[in-house]
C-alpha cells in the first residue's frame, strides 16, 4: 500500500507533515541544507483510525536545530516513497525580495484527471522561485455533494463510509497529492467538505432531509476534514482559525463554516465566540497590513435558500465591516491605520474588487480590496455560456452597519493585463479554472509598509472537460500559469 505524505503550512523552525499508511508509523525525513545534512527533532502523533478509510493517520512534527534562521529552504527526502522536495520555513519577518503565497480554491477531481492544476502549479514555482512559500487553500478542496450520488439507497451504507469513499477519491489521485505536496499548506474549509450551503438542508441530497442523517453526515464530514485538512495546521484542527506572522504583515485564515448556523436560526452566527474573540484582538494588535483570509467572499450580494451568502447573518455581517473600518480608522492599540486585504474563493471565477469605506478620508485606507481565485478545477455539468456575476455595486443594505453608512460602494479593479479572449462583459473577471500568486515584500520606499502584487494565473479554459482534449497521444498544452490579471497594492 502506497504511503501518502502532504505537507502542512511552514513554520519558523520547520513543518508539521500529514502522513496516511498501512499502519507502520512514519519514518524520520532526512533534511539537507546546502548539501549537508542537517539533524532534526521527529515527533509522530498517531495512528488514527477513520470509519470508512482503511488506512491510519499520522501527523508527524519535523523540527530543524534553532540555531538555523527562520526562512531557510531546506532539500527533504522521504523514505517511504523516495520523494524530494524543496520547501522553507516561514521567515521571521518579510525577506528583501519578498514572500510569495500561492492561493486557490473549489477542486473537482472528476474534471482534473489528467493533472492540469499539477502541471499549472509546476510553471508558478519556477516563475516564482525561490520566493513562493506555501499554498493558501481557501475552502471546496473537496465535494463530498457533488455528483449526488448520495441517493436514498445508499444511506444504509453509512456516512462515514461515504464521506471515506469521496476523500479516498481525491486524496488517492496522484496528480492532486502531487499538487498537495510541492508546497506546504495552511487550509480553511467552505461548505462542500459538508454539502452545498452547509448547514441548510438541501433538496437535491437526501441525507439533509432528516435531522439524525443530516447529523450523522455532518459528524463524518467534519472528522474527516480535521483529520485530513485541519492536522496540516499548525493547531491540528483543535481551533477554526490559523494567524501566520508575516511581519510587518500577518494573515488571519478564518473558518466561517464549520461553525456557521443556520441563516434562520435565532442565534445565528458565521464563527463561534472564540473565534470572533481571537479575529477581533488579531485586528486590534496589527503592527502593519493584514491579511484575512475566508471560505466565501464579503462583496457580494445577498444569497437566498440555494446558497446563502455571508451579507445574509446581518448582524455578524456588520460585525465583519466594523472591523475593517476600525482598522481603516486607526482603532487599535497603537493608533495607527492598517489596510486589511480580503482573501476568498467560492464562486468559482478569478476576480479582484475593492469596497470604499463611507467617511474615511484618507486614500490610502477607504478602499478594502477583496481577490478572489476559484476555482482551481470547476465543476461539471459544463455550461455553453457562462457569465460571471457581477459586483453588487453596493454591499447589501442589510448588512452595513447602520452607524457609519448603510451601504458601501463596491467596484472592479481592472486587469493591467488583458484577458484572451476578452470576455463578453466583465473584463476584469475569469471564469476559467485559475490559481492566484501574491507577492509581499518590504515596501521600497515607505517604512513599515508592504507591497502587495497579485497575479492570476489561468489553468486551462473552464469549459474544456479533459476528455476532450487530453487524449493518447495528445500533448496536454492547455494546462499551463499563463498570466491574466495583474496588478499591486501599497499597503501599510
Not at 18 to 36: F, K, L, S
Not at 120 to 132: F, G, K, R, S, V
Not at 189 to 217: A, C, K, M, S
Not at 262 to 284: P, R, T, V, Y
Request: a negative charge.
Amino acid at each position: 500500500m502506497q504511503t501518502w505524505i502532504v505537507p502542512g503550512v511552514p513554520l519558523a523552525d520547520g513543518w508539521h507533515l500529514w502522513y496516511a499508511t498501512d499502519g507502520m508509523a512514519p519514518q524520520p525525513v532526512r533534511v539537507r541544507r546546502g548539501g549537508e545534512a542537517v539533524p532534526v527533532d521527529w515527533q509522530v502523533a498517531g495512528p488514527v483510525a477513520l470509519d470508512g478509510f482503511e488506512r491510519s493517520i499520522y501527523r508527524a512534527r519535523v523540527r530543524v536545530p534553532a540555531n538555523l534562521p527562520p526562512g531557510t529552504v531546506y532539500h527533504i527526502d522521504i523514505p517511504e516513497t523516495g520523494e524530494q522536495h524543496q520547501w522553507r520555513t516561514l521567515p521571521s519577518s518579510l525577506p528583501p525580495d519578498g514572500l510569495a503565497v500561492l492561493f486557490s480554491s473549489c477542486f473537482w477531481q472528476p474534471d482534473d484527471a489528467e493533472g492540469a492544476l499539477l502541471k499549472a502549479c509546476l510553471d508558478l514555482i519556477q516563475a516564482w522561485e525561490p520566493t513562493l512559500a506555501f499554498k493558501l487553500l481557501l475552502g471546496d478542496q473537496i465535494y463530498l455533494d457533488w455528483p449526488p450520488d448520495v441517493v436514498p439507497w445508499r444511506l444504509q451504507r453509512g456516512g462515514y463510509e461515504l464521506v471515506g469513499d469521496r476523500y479516498q477519491q481525491y486524496w488517492g489521485d496522484d496528480a492532486y497529492r502531487a499538487f498537495l505536496g510541492l508546497l506546504p499548506n495552511l487550509v480553511v474549509p467552505d461548505d462542500h467538505e459538508f454539502w452545498n450551503d452547509y448547514p441548510e438542508p438541501q433538496i437535491q441530497l437526501p441525507v439533509t432531509w432528516q435531522t439524525g442523517l443530516r447529523d450523522e453526515f455532518a459528524a463524518a464530514a467534519r472528522e474527516y476534514f480535521r483529520a485530513f485538512q485541519g492536522f496540516l495546521n499548525p493547531e491540528g484542527g483543535e481551533q477554526a482559525w490559523t494567524i501566520v506572522p508575516l511581519a510587518p504583515a500577518s494573515l488571519f485564515a478564518a473558518d466561517t463554516r464549520s461553525e456557521r448556523s443556520q441563516a434562520q436560526h435565532g442565534q445565528q452566527q458565521i464563527m463561534s465566540a472564540a473565534q470572533w474573540a481571537a479575529l477581533e484582538n488579531w485586528q486590534h494588535r496589527l503592527r502593519g497590513p493584514g491579511l484575512l483570509a475566508i471560505g466565501q467572499p464579503l462583496l457580494q450580494s445577498d444569497g437566498d435558500w440555494r446558497d446563502h451568502s455571508l451579507s445574509n447573518f446581518p448582524a455578524e455581517y456588520r460585525r465583519l465591516l466594523a472591523l475593517l473600518r476600525r482598522s481603516a480608522t486607526g482603532d487599535n492599540e497603537h493608533g495607527e491605520p492598517h489596510n486589511i486585504v480580503l482573501l476568498t474563493g467560492d464562486i468559482h471565477f478569478s476576480r479582484s474588487t475593492y469596497a470604499t469605506i463611507p467617511g474615511v478620508d484618507d486614500p490610502d485606507f477607504q478602499r478594502v480590496y477583496e481577490l478572489v481565485a476559484s476555482a482551481s478545477s470547476t465543476i461539471g455539468p459544463y455550461a455553453t455560456t457562462p457569465q460571471p456575476a457581477s459586483v453588487p455595486g453596493f454591499l447589501p443594505p442589510g448588512g452595513a452597519d447602520p452607524g457609519f453608512s448603510p451601504r458601501w460602494p463596491v467596484q472592479a479593479v481592472r486587469a493591467t493585463v488583458p484577458f484572451d479572449p476578452v470576455p463578453p462583459s466583465n473584463l476584469y473577471s475569469c471564469i476559467d479554472n485559475n490559481l492566484g500568486v501574491l507577492r509581499l515584500r518590504p515596501h521600497p520606499r515607505r517604512p513599515y509598509a508592504v507591497e502587495l502584487t497579485h497575479v492570476a494565473y489561468r489553468v486551462r479554459p473552464y469549459h474544456r472537460p479533459y476528455l476532450d482534449w487530453c487524449l493518447p497521444g495528445r500533448p496536454i498544452t492547455q494546462a499551463q500559469g499563463r498570466r491574466i490579471h495583474s496588478h499591486t497594492l501599497d499597503l501599510r
